[in-house]
């Protein structure tokens, strides 16, 4: 979506279970994605790994940082068709 010209990759959700709070857990994955080696190099383009927070239970969260439910979720089958699951 967005950028044609890439690779295959794959796509997944999780369901997890956390005591932390949306802000924190963000955190969390942004730290994953940075020591894993995440390259911004075209926006809306192909990376070397992308973890987004779709959904933190019933929560609506409007924050700089965050928004949940994921903005662009409904757009996206290949969000949703897992997600279903």
């Known amino acids: 979506m967005y950028y044609a010209k ?3 990759f794959l796509n997944g959700v999780a369901l997890i279970d956390t ?6 857990l963000l955190n969390v994955l942004q730290r994953i994605e ?7 190099s075209i926006d ?19 924050h700089e940082r965050l ?3 994921h903005p662009l979720m409904l757009d996206r089958e290949f969000v949703l068709r897992p997600l279903a699951e």
């Open 67 to 69: 928004k949940v439910p």
């Open 6 to 8: 890439q690779g295959s």
């Open 44 to 62: 809306k383009g192909p990376r070397t790994l992308d973890l987004d927070i779709i959904l933190y239970g019933l929560e609506r969260i409007d």
């Open 34 to 40: 940075n020591e894993q080696g995440r390259i911004r």
């Open 19 to 24: 005591e932390l709070s949306p802000l924190e």
